[in-house]
């Protein structure tokens, strides 16, 4: 799992990231409007927080990044691994407290469950979770998101 890291959540890139899902309620991008008033000020979307991915010092998925030396391996965490046998098959987010631009979100990752099911053309099929906390400056939990990731026992038999 990658240590925990901040993740700062700038107004601008929540602007954009709603207008990218076409919602432009004004809650993600006009301080000055009564509806963002009564939320506190500019919130995220949900999943917002899957942007964090950019603040990840070695996120194992952007190989355009710049880095001194090659990328890293992926591992498989969250996402079914690598191999050719691996998919990311579900992710559930758990809303608890509301982000508003200006947070510092710390990140931080941590295994969850694991299971195994009988597949058909792959063999067992072996799932795993990974449980990410998203916490604020203030040292409140705001999002748990779970993802789930499975992987074959082998290559799926043509």
Excluded at 62 to 72: A, Y
Excluded at 124 to 141: M, P, W
Aim: hydrophobic fraction near 30%; charged fraction near 20%; charge should be negative.
């Amino acid at each position: 799992m990658p240590d925990p890291y901040q993740f700062p959540v700038d107004r601008s890139a929540v602007m954009l990231f709603a207008r990218a899902l076409l919602d432009i309620r004004p809650e993600y991008s006009d301080p000055d409007d009564a509806a963002t008033k009564a939320v506190g000020g500019i919130v995220t979307p949900p999943t917002f927080v899957q942007s964090s991915a950019h603040w990840q010092p070695d996120y194992p998925l952007d190989l355009t990044r710049p880095r001194k030396g090659p990328p890293p391996a992926h591992r498989g965490d969250g996402g079914g691994g690598g191999l050719g046998r691996g998919l990311h098959a579900e992710q559930h987010y758990e809303y608890h407290h509301p982000i508003h631009a200006g947070d510092t979100l710390t990140v931080s990752t941590r295994p969850g469950s694991s299971w195994e099911k009988q597949g058909k053309r792959g063999g067992k099929l072996l799932f795993s979770e990974t449980i990410t906390d998203y916490t604020n400056q203030d040292g409140v939990l705001c999002v748990t998101a779970r993802s789930v990731g499975v992987q074959t026992e082998r290559a799926v038999d043509q």
